[in-house]
Protein backbone atom coordinates (compact mmCIF):
# COMPACT_ATOMS: atom_id res chain seq x y z
CA UNK A 1 0.00 0.00 0.00
CA UNK A 2 2.82 2.50 0.18
CA UNK A 3 3.13 2.78 -3.37
CA UNK A 4 -0.32 4.22 -3.32
CA UNK A 5 1.23 7.58 -1.08
CA UNK A 6 0.67 10.21 -4.11
CA UNK A 7 -2.79 8.60 -5.74
CA UNK A 8 -4.71 11.14 -4.22
CA UNK A 9 -8.45 9.90 -5.00
CA UNK A 10 -9.14 6.76 -3.04
CA UNK A 11 -11.48 4.24 -4.82
CA UNK A 12 -14.51 4.30 -2.42
CA UNK A 13 -16.06 1.58 -3.70
CA UNK A 14 -13.45 -0.66 -2.09
CA UNK A 15 -14.63 0.50 1.13
CA UNK A 16 -17.99 1.75 0.98
CA UNK A 17 -19.30 -1.45 2.28
CA UNK A 18 -17.61 -1.33 6.03
CA UNK A 19 -18.63 2.06 7.31
CA UNK A 20 -22.20 2.15 4.91
CA UNK A 21 -22.81 -1.45 6.88
CA UNK A 22 -22.77 -0.45 10.20
CA UNK A 23 -24.62 2.94 9.64
CA UNK A 24 -27.48 1.52 7.90
CA UNK A 25 -27.03 -1.63 10.07
CA UNK A 26 -27.43 0.71 13.46
CA UNK A 27 -30.01 3.14 11.27
CA UNK A 28 -32.63 0.08 10.79
CA UNK A 29 -31.84 -1.17 14.59
CA UNK A 30 -32.83 1.80 16.13
CA UNK A 31 -35.59 2.35 13.58
CA UNK A 32 -36.91 -1.31 14.54
CA UNK A 33 -36.60 -1.05 18.91
CA UNK A 34 -36.23 2.79 19.49
CA UNK A 35 -39.68 4.64 19.42
CA UNK A 36 -39.03 8.40 17.67
CA UNK A 37 -36.05 7.36 16.40
CA UNK A 38 -37.28 8.09 12.45
CA UNK A 39 -39.10 10.97 13.22
CA UNK A 40 -37.62 14.48 11.24
CA UNK A 41 -36.99 16.28 14.50
CA UNK A 42 -34.88 13.52 16.39
CA UNK A 43 -32.61 12.99 12.43
CA UNK A 44 -32.02 16.21 12.50
CA UNK A 45 -31.09 16.56 15.92
CA UNK A 46 -28.33 13.60 15.10
CA UNK A 47 -27.21 15.62 12.66
CA UNK A 48 -27.15 18.98 14.90
CA UNK A 49 -25.29 17.24 17.52
CA UNK A 50 -22.94 15.28 15.79
CA UNK A 51 -21.44 18.66 14.12
CA UNK A 52 -19.31 19.50 16.98
CA UNK A 53 -17.70 15.86 16.52
CA UNK A 54 -17.05 16.06 12.61
CA UNK A 55 -15.07 19.22 13.30
CA UNK A 56 -12.80 17.27 14.79
CA UNK A 57 -12.88 14.13 13.24
CA UNK A 58 -12.19 15.32 10.28
CA UNK A 59 -8.47 17.13 11.26
CA UNK A 60 -8.24 13.96 12.95
CA UNK A 61 -8.53 12.04 9.73
CA UNK A 62 -5.66 13.88 8.50
CA UNK A 63 -3.50 13.27 11.85
CA UNK A 64 -4.37 9.47 11.81
CA UNK A 65 -3.21 9.25 8.31
CA UNK A 66 0.51 11.07 9.34
CA UNK A 67 0.16 7.75 11.53
CA UNK A 68 0.08 9.94 14.32
CA UNK A 69 -2.67 10.60 17.20
CA UNK A 70 -3.86 13.54 18.98
CA UNK A 71 -5.32 12.49 22.22
CA UNK A 72 -5.20 16.08 23.31
CA UNK A 73 -8.24 17.49 20.88
CA UNK A 74 -11.08 16.90 23.31
CA UNK A 75 -9.18 18.78 26.26
CA UNK A 76 -7.98 21.33 23.62
CA UNK A 77 -11.75 21.97 22.75
CA UNK A 78 -12.38 22.10 26.43
CA UNK A 79 -9.77 25.16 26.64
CA UNK A 80 -10.62 26.40 23.72
CA UNK A 81 -14.50 26.48 24.76
CA UNK A 82 -13.59 28.56 27.85
CA UNK A 83 -11.79 30.94 26.31
CA UNK A 84 -14.81 31.49 23.55
CA UNK A 85 -17.03 31.98 26.56
CA UNK A 86 -14.39 34.31 28.97
CA UNK A 87 -13.47 36.13 26.33
CA UNK A 88 -16.88 36.85 24.47
CA UNK A 89 -18.33 37.99 28.61
CA UNK A 90 -15.53 40.13 28.52
CA UNK A 91 -15.83 41.79 25.29
CA UNK A 92 -19.35 40.99 24.23
CA UNK A 93 -17.90 39.72 21.02
CA UNK A 94 -18.17 36.86 19.28
CA UNK A 95 -15.90 36.95 16.56
CA UNK A 96 -13.28 38.04 19.30
CA UNK A 97 -14.54 35.11 21.33
CA UNK A 98 -13.94 32.74 18.47
CA UNK A 99 -10.74 34.60 17.82
CA UNK A 100 -9.31 33.77 21.01
CA UNK A 101 -10.28 30.27 20.89
CA UNK A 102 -8.60 29.73 17.58
CA UNK A 103 -5.28 31.16 18.93
CA UNK A 104 -5.20 29.26 21.79
CA UNK A 105 -6.68 26.25 19.82
CA UNK A 106 -3.56 26.57 16.96
CA UNK A 107 -0.81 27.29 19.42
CA UNK A 108 -1.75 23.92 21.29
CA UNK A 109 -1.47 21.91 17.48
CA UNK A 110 1.85 23.62 16.72
CA UNK A 111 2.90 22.34 20.36
CA UNK A 112 1.90 18.86 19.43
CA UNK A 113 3.43 19.24 15.68
CA UNK A 114 6.11 20.32 17.61
CA UNK A 115 6.73 17.65 20.51
CA UNK A 116 6.22 15.32 17.62
CA UNK A 117 7.59 16.15 14.21
CA UNK A 118 11.02 18.12 16.52
CA UNK A 119 11.18 16.50 19.52
CA UNK A 120 10.05 13.27 18.10
CA UNK A 121 8.15 12.63 20.85
CA UNK A 122 5.40 9.68 19.54
CA UNK A 123 2.36 11.00 18.87
CA UNK A 124 0.37 9.39 21.62
CA UNK A 125 2.54 10.48 24.71
CA UNK A 126 2.63 14.13 23.48
CA UNK A 127 -0.06 14.31 23.20
CA UNK A 128 -1.19 12.80 26.40
CA UNK A 129 1.25 15.72 28.20
CA UNK A 130 -0.64 18.43 25.95
CA UNK A 131 -3.99 16.83 27.14
CA UNK A 132 -3.05 16.88 30.82
CA UNK A 133 -1.70 20.65 30.16
CA UNK A 134 -5.11 21.15 28.47
CA UNK A 135 -6.74 19.99 31.12
CA UNK A 136 -4.93 21.94 34.06
CA UNK A 137 -5.01 25.19 31.94
CA UNK A 138 -8.91 24.31 32.10
CA UNK A 139 -9.28 24.00 35.40
CA UNK A 140 -7.00 27.44 35.92
CA UNK A 141 -8.93 29.63 33.46
CA UNK A 142 -12.74 28.66 35.23
CA UNK A 143 -11.86 27.88 38.68
CA UNK A 144 -13.03 24.74 38.46
CA UNK A 145 -16.68 26.23 37.86
CA UNK A 146 -18.85 26.82 34.99
CA UNK A 147 -18.80 30.56 32.66
CA UNK A 148 -22.37 31.42 32.61
CA UNK A 149 -24.30 34.74 31.19
CA UNK A 150 -22.21 34.65 27.98
CA UNK A 151 -23.67 36.86 25.15
CA UNK A 152 -26.79 35.97 23.13
CA UNK A 153 -24.45 36.61 19.55
CA UNK A 154 -22.56 33.23 20.85
CA UNK A 155 -25.56 31.24 21.76
CA UNK A 156 -27.23 32.24 18.84
CA UNK A 157 -24.75 30.40 16.27
CA UNK A 158 -26.14 26.86 17.58
CA UNK A 159 -30.14 27.90 17.21
CA UNK A 160 -30.25 29.82 14.06
CA UNK A 161 -30.71 29.07 10.90
CA UNK A 162 -29.87 29.70 7.34
CA UNK A 163 -32.12 28.90 4.86
CA UNK A 164 -34.05 27.00 6.61
CA UNK A 165 -30.62 24.64 7.58
CA UNK A 166 -29.57 24.77 10.66
CA UNK A 167 -26.24 26.72 10.93
CA UNK A 168 -24.07 24.21 12.93
CA UNK A 169 -24.83 21.89 9.75
CA UNK A 170 -23.39 24.47 7.44
CA UNK A 171 -20.51 24.95 9.32
CA UNK A 172 -19.91 21.39 9.02
CA UNK A 173 -20.33 20.45 5.77
CA UNK A 174 -18.56 23.85 4.50
CA UNK A 175 -15.73 22.35 6.79
CA UNK A 176 -16.12 18.83 4.84
CA UNK A 177 -16.14 20.70 2.11
CA UNK A 178 -12.88 22.62 2.61
CA UNK A 179 -11.26 19.31 4.19
CA UNK A 180 -12.39 17.54 0.69
CA UNK A 181 -11.02 20.09 -1.21
CA UNK A 182 -7.30 20.40 1.13
CA UNK A 183 -6.59 16.76 1.04
CA UNK A 184 -8.16 15.40 -2.49
CA UNK A 185 -7.44 18.83 -4.96
CA UNK A 186 -4.63 20.60 -3.67
CA UNK A 187 -0.38 19.76 -3.40
CA UNK A 188 -1.01 19.83 0.30
CA UNK A 189 -3.17 16.69 0.06
CA UNK A 190 -1.01 14.77 -1.68
CA UNK A 191 1.45 15.65 1.10
CA UNK A 192 -0.49 14.41 3.27
CA UNK A 193 -0.61 11.20 1.69
CA UNK A 194 3.05 11.30 1.85
CA UNK A 195 3.43 11.66 4.95
CA UNK A 196 1.77 8.69 6.14
CA UNK A 197 2.91 6.35 3.24
CA UNK A 198 6.19 7.68 2.13
CA UNK A 199 8.26 10.33 4.08
CA UNK A 200 11.35 9.94 2.17
CA UNK A 201 9.72 11.01 -0.76
CA UNK A 202 8.87 14.29 0.63
CA UNK A 203 12.74 14.76 2.03
CA UNK A 204 13.68 13.97 -1.89
CA UNK A 205 11.13 16.79 -3.42
CA UNK A 206 12.91 19.49 -1.48
CA UNK A 207 9.47 19.70 1.78
CA UNK A 208 9.90 19.56 5.09
CA UNK A 209 7.90 16.64 6.43
CA UNK A 210 8.34 18.83 10.07
CA UNK A 211 6.73 21.63 8.81
CA UNK A 212 3.51 19.98 6.74
CA UNK A 213 3.25 17.88 9.90
CA UNK A 214 3.01 20.66 12.16
CA UNK A 215 1.02 22.03 9.95
CA UNK A 216 -1.73 19.52 10.06
CA UNK A 217 -1.88 19.11 13.87
CA UNK A 218 -2.35 23.12 13.72
CA UNK A 219 -5.28 22.33 11.55
CA UNK A 220 -6.12 19.82 14.54
CA UNK A 221 -6.26 22.32 17.33
CA UNK A 222 -7.93 25.35 15.04
CA UNK A 223 -10.57 23.02 14.38
CA UNK A 224 -10.95 22.07 17.72
CA UNK A 225 -11.33 26.28 18.27
CA UNK A 226 -13.96 26.27 16.11
CA UNK A 227 -15.37 23.57 16.99
CA UNK A 228 -14.85 25.23 21.08
CA UNK A 229 -17.02 28.10 19.99
CA UNK A 230 -20.05 25.78 18.68
CA UNK A 231 -19.54 23.92 22.14
CA UNK A 232 -20.31 26.96 24.21
CA UNK A 233 -23.15 27.95 21.88
CA UNK A 234 -24.48 24.63 22.44
CA UNK A 235 -24.36 24.57 26.34
CA UNK A 236 -24.81 28.67 26.74
CA UNK A 237 -21.91 28.43 29.03
CA UNK A 238 -18.21 27.26 29.05
CA UNK A 239 -17.55 24.34 31.25
CA UNK A 240 -14.47 22.87 32.54
CA UNK A 241 -15.09 18.77 31.09
CA UNK A 242 -17.09 20.55 28.07
CA UNK A 243 -15.18 18.11 25.74
CA UNK A 244 -14.22 15.39 27.71
CA UNK A 245 -13.49 12.31 25.57
CA UNK A 246 -14.53 13.75 22.69
CA UNK A 247 -11.35 12.79 20.77
CA UNK A 248 -12.36 9.37 21.52
CA UNK A 249 -15.82 9.43 19.63
CA UNK A 250 -13.98 11.20 16.60
CA UNK A 251 -11.13 8.24 17.08
CA UNK A 252 -13.49 6.28 16.86
CA UNK A 253 -15.17 7.43 14.05
CA UNK A 254 -12.09 7.75 11.73
CA UNK A 255 -11.40 4.16 13.10
CA UNK A 256 -15.00 3.27 11.67
CA UNK A 257 -14.79 4.79 8.79
CA UNK A 258 -12.02 3.06 7.46
CA UNK A 259 -9.23 5.21 7.78
CA UNK A 260 -6.39 2.98 8.52
CA UNK A 261 -4.32 3.14 11.48
CA UNK A 262 -1.05 1.58 9.84
CA UNK A 263 -0.85 2.34 6.29
CA UNK A 264 -1.39 6.43 6.09
CA UNK A 265 -4.81 6.66 3.78
CA UNK A 266 -7.67 8.24 4.82
CA UNK A 267 -11.26 8.50 3.36
CA UNK A 268 -12.67 11.90 4.69
CA UNK A 269 -16.53 10.54 3.33
CA UNK A 270 -16.05 7.43 5.27
CA UNK A 271 -15.38 9.81 8.47
CA UNK A 272 -18.44 11.47 8.42
CA UNK A 273 -20.35 8.12 7.47
CA UNK A 274 -18.46 7.26 10.73
CA UNK A 275 -19.36 10.41 12.69
CA UNK A 276 -23.10 9.76 11.36
CA UNK A 277 -22.53 6.28 12.85
CA UNK A 278 -20.79 7.57 16.65
CA UNK A 279 -24.50 9.89 16.41
CA UNK A 280 -26.91 7.49 15.78
CA UNK A 281 -25.33 5.06 18.20
CA UNK A 282 -25.48 7.21 20.58
CA UNK A 283 -29.25 8.84 19.76
CA UNK A 284 -30.47 5.61 19.55
CA UNK A 285 -28.98 3.75 22.89
CA UNK A 286 -30.24 7.35 24.76
CA UNK A 287 -33.77 6.99 23.26
CA UNK A 288 -33.81 3.41 24.54
CA UNK A 289 -32.96 4.92 27.96
CA UNK A 290 -29.46 3.59 28.86
CA UNK A 291 -27.29 6.19 29.99
CA UNK A 292 -24.35 7.56 28.59
CA UNK A 293 -22.46 5.52 30.28
CA UNK A 294 -23.33 2.67 28.06
CA UNK A 295 -22.90 4.95 25.15
CA UNK A 296 -19.22 5.50 26.13
CA UNK A 297 -18.87 1.64 26.29
CA UNK A 298 -20.47 0.67 23.15
CA UNK A 299 -17.57 3.42 21.28
CA UNK A 300 -15.31 1.58 23.16
CA UNK A 301 -16.10 -1.53 21.89
CA UNK A 302 -17.30 -0.28 18.59
CA UNK A 303 -13.26 1.36 17.98
CA UNK A 304 -11.88 -1.94 18.92
CA UNK A 305 -13.66 -3.65 16.49
CA UNK A 306 -12.59 -1.45 13.69
CA UNK A 307 -9.30 -1.49 14.57
CA UNK A 308 -9.06 -5.12 14.94
CA UNK A 309 -11.27 -5.48 11.55
CA UNK A 310 -8.50 -2.28 10.08
CA UNK A 311 -5.78 -4.80 11.04
CA UNK A 312 -7.06 -7.78 9.07
CA UNK A 313 -7.34 -5.61 6.48
CA UNK A 314 -3.92 -4.41 6.20
CA UNK A 315 -2.30 -7.86 6.55
CA UNK A 316 -4.53 -9.52 3.64
CA UNK B 1 20.99 -22.17 19.90
CA UNK B 2 18.62 -20.24 21.74
CA UNK B 3 20.77 -20.18 25.21
CA UNK B 4 23.45 -18.67 23.12
CA UNK B 5 21.52 -16.22 21.32
CA UNK B 6 19.83 -15.42 24.08
CA UNK B 7 22.87 -14.77 26.28
CA UNK B 8 24.47 -12.68 23.62
CA UNK B 9 21.40 -10.31 23.36
CA UNK B 10 20.86 -9.60 27.17
CA UNK B 11 23.19 -7.00 28.41
CA UNK B 12 24.47 -7.67 31.42
CA UNK B 13 22.23 -6.06 34.41
CA UNK B 14 24.79 -6.15 37.48
CA UNK B 15 23.94 -3.56 40.02
CA UNK B 16 26.44 -0.84 39.05
CA UNK B 17 25.46 -1.07 35.34
CA UNK B 18 24.07 2.20 33.51
CA UNK B 19 20.53 1.49 35.17
CA UNK B 20 22.19 1.85 38.20
CA UNK B 21 23.88 5.20 37.11
CA UNK B 22 20.75 6.67 35.75
CA UNK B 23 18.48 5.16 38.71
CA UNK B 24 21.35 7.28 41.52
CA UNK B 25 21.18 10.69 39.04
CA UNK B 26 17.28 10.27 39.82
CA UNK B 27 17.82 9.77 43.74
CA UNK B 28 19.58 12.63 43.48
CA UNK B 29 17.03 14.65 41.85
CA UNK B 30 14.68 13.93 44.40
CA UNK B 31 16.97 14.77 47.35
CA UNK B 32 17.49 18.03 45.31
CA UNK B 33 13.85 18.54 45.74
CA UNK B 34 13.63 17.69 49.23
CA UNK B 35 16.00 20.32 50.06
CA UNK B 36 14.48 23.02 48.18
CA UNK B 37 10.78 21.96 49.70
CA UNK B 38 12.61 21.98 53.20
CA UNK B 39 13.74 25.72 52.65
CA UNK B 40 10.36 26.57 51.55
CA UNK B 41 8.02 25.32 53.66
CA UNK B 42 8.52 25.10 57.29
CA UNK B 43 5.67 21.71 57.02
CA UNK B 44 7.47 19.68 54.77
CA UNK B 45 10.08 17.97 56.75
CA UNK B 46 7.74 17.37 59.69
CA UNK B 47 6.64 13.62 60.11
CA UNK B 48 2.97 13.60 59.19
CA UNK B 49 4.01 14.91 55.86
CA UNK B 50 6.84 13.26 54.94
CA UNK B 51 4.07 9.57 55.59
CA UNK B 52 1.75 11.29 53.77
CA UNK B 53 4.43 11.33 50.70
CA UNK B 54 5.51 8.28 51.57
CA UNK B 55 1.83 6.56 51.54
CA UNK B 56 1.02 9.24 48.27
CA UNK B 57 3.95 7.94 46.52
CA UNK B 58 3.21 4.11 47.36
CA UNK B 59 -0.30 4.53 45.79
CA UNK B 60 0.97 5.78 42.60
CA UNK B 61 3.88 3.14 42.87
CA UNK B 62 1.84 0.17 42.65
CA UNK B 63 -0.03 1.53 39.26
CA UNK B 64 3.27 2.39 38.19
CA UNK B 65 5.09 -0.51 38.99
CA UNK B 66 3.08 -3.01 36.31
CA UNK B 67 3.34 -0.33 34.02
CA UNK B 68 6.51 -0.70 34.26
CA UNK B 69 6.61 -3.89 32.53
CA UNK B 70 4.62 -2.92 29.39
CA UNK B 71 6.21 0.41 28.77
CA UNK B 72 9.77 -2.33 29.11
CA UNK B 73 8.05 -4.17 26.11
CA UNK B 74 7.42 -0.85 24.00
CA UNK B 75 3.99 -0.51 24.71
CA UNK B 76 1.71 1.33 26.91
CA UNK B 77 -1.80 0.81 29.29
CA UNK B 78 -3.63 3.49 29.19
CA UNK B 79 -6.96 1.53 30.82
CA UNK B 80 -4.52 1.38 34.36
CA UNK B 81 -6.75 4.49 35.93
CA UNK B 82 -10.00 3.13 34.74
CA UNK B 83 -9.28 -0.24 35.54
CA UNK B 84 -8.38 1.01 39.43
CA UNK B 85 -11.74 2.73 39.70
CA UNK B 86 -13.82 -0.50 38.16
CA UNK B 87 -12.20 -3.14 40.55
CA UNK B 88 -12.32 -0.84 43.40
CA UNK B 89 -16.22 -0.13 42.57
CA UNK B 90 -16.52 -4.37 42.45
CA UNK B 91 -14.76 -4.99 44.90
CA UNK B 92 -16.51 -2.86 47.46
CA UNK B 93 -20.05 -4.51 46.22
CA UNK B 94 -18.52 -7.50 46.96
CA UNK B 95 -17.34 -6.55 51.00
CA UNK B 96 -20.84 -4.55 51.22
CA UNK B 97 -22.79 -7.91 49.83
CA UNK B 98 -20.85 -10.73 51.71
CA UNK B 99 -19.22 -8.48 54.30
CA UNK B 100 -15.99 -10.57 53.72
CA UNK B 101 -12.94 -7.84 53.07
CA UNK B 102 -11.05 -11.32 51.91
CA UNK B 103 -13.38 -12.14 49.13
CA UNK B 104 -12.94 -8.37 47.81
CA UNK B 105 -9.74 -8.50 47.68
CA UNK B 106 -9.48 -11.23 45.91
CA UNK B 107 -12.36 -9.98 43.51
CA UNK B 108 -10.49 -6.26 43.06
CA UNK B 109 -7.54 -8.07 41.93
CA UNK B 110 -9.30 -11.01 40.10
CA UNK B 111 -11.05 -7.97 37.99
CA UNK B 112 -8.19 -5.95 37.29
CA UNK B 113 -5.93 -8.87 36.15
CA UNK B 114 -9.19 -9.91 34.05
CA UNK B 115 -8.95 -6.51 32.49
CA UNK B 116 -5.36 -6.44 32.14
CA UNK B 117 -5.27 -10.04 30.06
CA UNK B 118 -8.11 -8.65 27.72
CA UNK B 119 -5.77 -5.60 26.92
CA UNK B 120 -2.95 -8.79 26.63
CA UNK B 121 -5.54 -10.53 23.68
CA UNK B 122 -6.22 -7.63 22.09
CA UNK B 123 -2.48 -6.61 21.81
CA UNK B 124 -1.27 -10.30 21.08
CA UNK B 125 -4.38 -11.95 19.34
CA UNK B 126 -5.78 -9.25 17.38
CA UNK B 127 -2.80 -6.96 16.90
CA UNK B 128 -4.43 -3.59 18.08
CA UNK B 129 -1.63 -1.05 18.95
CA UNK B 130 -1.26 -1.04 23.24
CA UNK B 131 -1.81 2.62 23.29
CA UNK B 132 -4.82 2.55 21.12
CA UNK B 133 -6.55 -0.70 22.39
CA UNK B 134 -5.76 -0.25 25.76
CA UNK B 135 -7.49 3.53 25.13
CA UNK B 136 -10.45 1.72 23.77
CA UNK B 137 -10.68 -0.34 27.07
CA UNK B 138 -10.48 3.13 29.37
CA UNK B 139 -13.30 4.23 27.59
CA UNK B 140 -15.35 0.44 28.04
CA UNK B 141 -13.94 0.45 31.79
CA UNK B 142 -15.19 4.07 32.05
CA UNK B 143 -18.52 3.36 30.58
CA UNK B 144 -18.86 0.02 32.77
CA UNK B 145 -18.15 1.78 36.39
CA UNK B 146 -20.40 4.54 35.38
CA UNK B 147 -23.08 2.43 34.48
CA UNK B 148 -22.63 0.00 37.53
CA UNK B 149 -22.84 2.12 39.71
CA UNK B 150 -25.39 4.92 38.47
CA UNK B 151 -23.97 7.67 40.44
CA UNK B 152 -24.29 6.03 43.62
CA UNK B 153 -21.62 5.82 46.09
CA UNK B 154 -20.29 2.81 47.95
CA UNK B 155 -19.24 4.06 51.68
CA UNK B 156 -18.42 2.02 54.79
CA UNK B 157 -16.04 -1.07 55.06
CA UNK B 158 -14.88 -2.87 58.30
CA UNK B 159 -12.47 -1.38 60.13
CA UNK B 160 -10.16 -4.44 59.61
CA UNK B 161 -9.80 -3.57 55.63
CA UNK B 162 -9.38 0.18 56.48
CA UNK B 163 -6.25 -0.87 58.09
CA UNK B 164 -4.38 -1.90 54.58
CA UNK B 165 -4.80 1.71 53.65
CA UNK B 166 -4.95 4.25 56.87
CA UNK B 167 -3.19 2.04 59.21
CA UNK B 168 0.31 1.93 60.58
CA UNK B 169 2.94 -0.63 61.70
CA UNK B 170 6.10 0.71 63.61
CA UNK B 171 5.15 4.22 63.06
CA UNK B 172 4.93 3.65 58.73
CA UNK B 173 2.04 3.70 57.31
CA UNK B 174 1.09 0.12 55.95
CA UNK B 175 0.60 1.56 52.14
CA UNK B 176 4.79 1.49 52.75
CA UNK B 177 5.18 -2.15 54.00
CA UNK B 178 3.57 -3.63 50.58
CA UNK B 179 5.76 -0.79 48.48
CA UNK B 180 8.76 -2.41 49.74
CA UNK B 181 7.10 -5.85 49.08
CA UNK B 182 6.56 -5.07 45.57
CA UNK B 183 9.68 -3.18 44.86
CA UNK B 184 11.21 -6.41 45.94
CA UNK B 185 9.34 -8.69 43.87
CA UNK B 186 8.95 -6.12 41.06
CA UNK B 187 12.86 -5.66 41.32
CA UNK B 188 13.49 -9.41 41.34
CA UNK B 189 11.38 -10.60 38.68
CA UNK B 190 12.44 -8.11 36.09
CA UNK B 191 16.47 -8.24 36.59
CA UNK B 192 16.86 -11.62 37.97
CA UNK B 193 14.18 -14.45 36.36
CA UNK B 194 14.20 -15.49 33.12
CA UNK B 195 10.96 -14.24 32.19
CA UNK B 196 11.74 -10.91 33.67
CA UNK B 197 15.06 -10.68 30.89
CA UNK B 198 12.61 -12.10 28.33
CA UNK B 199 10.40 -9.31 28.87
CA UNK B 200 13.46 -6.84 28.96
CA UNK B 201 14.28 -8.86 25.17
CA UNK B 202 11.18 -8.07 23.76
CA UNK B 203 10.98 -4.40 24.36
CA UNK B 204 14.71 -4.25 22.99
CA UNK B 205 14.04 -5.78 19.71
CA UNK B 206 10.63 -7.90 19.32
CA UNK B 207 12.04 -9.58 15.97
CA UNK B 208 15.12 -10.98 17.20
CA UNK B 209 13.23 -12.09 20.44
CA UNK B 210 10.98 -13.97 18.62
CA UNK B 211 13.62 -15.95 16.31
CA UNK B 212 15.59 -16.70 19.67
CA UNK B 213 12.95 -18.84 20.60
CA UNK B 214 11.44 -16.59 22.99
CA UNK B 215 7.27 -16.46 23.36
CA UNK B 216 6.13 -13.36 22.57
CA UNK B 217 2.78 -13.21 22.78
CA UNK B 218 2.65 -15.50 25.99
CA UNK B 219 4.94 -12.99 27.90
CA UNK B 220 3.02 -9.92 26.68
CA UNK B 221 0.11 -11.50 27.91
CA UNK B 222 1.58 -12.06 31.14
CA UNK B 223 3.02 -8.32 31.11
CA UNK B 224 -0.57 -6.76 30.18
CA UNK B 225 -2.18 -9.46 33.36
CA UNK B 226 0.40 -8.30 35.41
CA UNK B 227 -0.26 -4.64 34.67
CA UNK B 228 -4.20 -5.21 35.26
CA UNK B 229 -3.85 -6.87 38.36
CA UNK B 230 -1.28 -4.23 39.98
CA UNK B 231 -3.94 -1.66 39.22
CA UNK B 232 -6.71 -4.34 41.07
CA UNK B 233 -4.37 -4.45 44.08
CA UNK B 234 -4.00 -0.28 44.04
CA UNK B 235 -7.75 -0.39 44.08
CA UNK B 236 -7.82 -2.30 47.11
CA UNK B 237 -5.68 0.01 48.31
CA UNK B 238 -7.72 3.61 47.62
CA UNK B 239 -10.73 1.58 48.61
CA UNK B 240 -9.62 1.23 52.02
CA UNK B 241 -7.74 4.49 51.91
CA UNK B 242 -10.75 6.90 50.81
CA UNK B 243 -13.27 4.40 53.02
CA UNK B 244 -15.34 4.92 49.75
CA UNK B 245 -15.78 3.82 46.02
CA UNK B 246 -17.35 6.41 43.25
CA UNK B 247 -16.99 5.90 39.63
CA UNK B 248 -14.53 8.69 39.26
CA UNK B 249 -12.05 7.94 40.99
CA UNK B 250 -9.67 6.56 38.64
CA UNK B 251 -9.73 9.74 36.09
CA UNK B 252 -7.08 11.21 37.55
CA UNK B 253 -4.83 8.50 38.15
CA UNK B 254 -3.65 7.58 35.00
CA UNK B 255 -0.93 10.34 33.85
CA UNK B 256 1.01 11.01 36.94
CA UNK B 257 1.54 6.55 36.64
CA UNK B 258 2.85 6.84 33.31
CA UNK B 259 4.66 10.09 34.52
CA UNK B 260 6.13 7.75 37.34
CA UNK B 261 6.98 5.77 34.71
CA UNK B 262 8.94 8.00 32.61
CA UNK B 263 10.14 9.84 35.19
CA UNK B 264 12.02 7.00 36.67
CA UNK B 265 13.97 6.41 33.33
CA UNK B 266 12.19 3.93 31.80
CA UNK B 267 12.30 4.30 27.87
CA UNK B 268 9.26 4.70 25.93
CA UNK B 269 11.01 2.51 23.35
CA UNK B 270 11.17 -0.52 25.11
CA UNK B 271 14.01 -2.67 26.85
CA UNK B 272 15.54 -0.03 29.03
CA UNK B 273 14.03 0.88 32.96
CA UNK B 274 14.10 -0.71 36.23
CA UNK B 275 11.00 -1.25 38.53
CA UNK B 276 13.23 0.86 40.84
CA UNK B 277 14.00 3.53 38.85
CA UNK B 278 10.20 3.98 38.54
CA UNK B 279 9.63 3.94 42.58
CA UNK B 280 12.40 7.23 42.16
CA UNK B 281 9.93 8.35 39.59
CA UNK B 282 6.63 8.03 41.93
CA UNK B 283 8.50 9.72 44.96
CA UNK B 284 9.89 12.56 42.64
CA UNK B 285 6.48 13.44 40.95
CA UNK B 286 4.74 13.07 44.42
CA UNK B 287 7.55 15.47 46.40
CA UNK B 288 6.11 17.85 43.33
CA UNK B 289 2.41 17.26 43.85
CA UNK B 290 3.24 17.43 47.76
CA UNK B 291 5.42 20.78 47.16
CA UNK B 292 2.85 22.81 45.19
CA UNK B 293 -0.13 21.55 47.82
CA UNK B 294 2.69 22.83 50.74
CA UNK B 295 3.18 26.22 48.95
CA UNK B 296 -0.77 26.89 48.69
CA UNK B 297 -0.73 26.04 44.85
CA UNK B 298 -4.51 25.12 43.97
CA UNK B 299 -4.80 21.49 42.90
CA UNK B 300 -6.10 22.76 39.35
CA UNK B 301 -2.33 23.32 38.81
CA UNK B 302 -1.64 19.77 39.31
CA UNK B 303 -2.71 18.10 35.31
CA UNK B 304 -0.86 21.11 34.19
CA UNK B 305 2.32 20.68 35.84
CA UNK B 306 2.01 16.31 35.39
CA UNK B 307 1.72 17.11 31.67
CA UNK B 308 4.66 18.92 31.73
CA UNK B 309 6.58 16.88 33.83
CA UNK B 310 5.75 13.64 30.92
CA UNK B 311 6.65 15.72 28.53
CA UNK B 312 10.18 16.80 29.35
CA UNK B 313 10.65 13.05 31.13
CA UNK B 314 10.27 11.71 27.48
CA UNK B 315 12.30 14.21 26.08
CA UNK B 316 14.90 13.61 28.28
CA UNK B 317 15.33 10.01 28.12
CA UNK B 318 15.71 10.76 24.32
CA UNK B 319 18.14 13.18 24.82
CA UNK B 320 20.70 10.99 26.76
CA UNK B 321 19.91 8.08 24.79
CA UNK B 322 20.73 9.79 21.58
CA UNK B 323 24.27 11.19 23.45
CA UNK B 324 24.70 7.29 23.84
CA UNK B 325 24.35 6.56 20.69
Known sequence: MREAAVVSEPNPLQRIPGVAIVLVLLIALFSAIAPGFLSVANLSNVLVQSTILTMLALPMTLIIMTEGLDLSMGAVLTLTSLCVAIVSLATK????GLGAGLLVGAAFGVANGWLIAILGIPPFVATLGTLG???GLSLIVSDGQSVVGIPHSVRDIYSATLL?????????LVTYAAFHGLLYHTRFGTYIFALGGNREALRY????PNKLLIAVYAIGGAMAGIAGLLMTARMNSGHPTAGLGLEFDAIAAVAVGGTSFERGNGWLLGTLLGVLSVGVLRNGLNLISLPSSVQVASVGVLVIVALFLDGLRSRA | MTDITKEAMMPPRSFLSQDAIQVFYRLLAALLICAVLAVLSDSFLSLGNILNVLRQASLTFFIASGLTLVV?????????????ALSACIAGTVIHKTGSPALGILTGLACGGIVGLLNGIMVTALRIPSFIATYGMLWVLNGLTYWYMAGETLHGFPAGFRQIGSGYLFGLPIPVYLLLVFLGIGTLFAQRTIWGQEIYAIGANPVAARLSGIPVARRLLLVYAVSGTMAGLASIIFLSRLNSAEADIGESLTLPAIAAVLIGGTSLFGGVGTVFGTFIGALILTLVLNGMNLLSVSANWQPLVTGIIVILAVWLDMKTRRRAQ
Open chain 1, 133 to 135: MAQ
Open chain 1, 93 to 96: SMLL
Open chain 2, 72 to 84: LTAGLDLSVGANV
Open chain 1, 164 to 172: GVPVPIVMA
Open chain 1, 205 to 208: AGLS
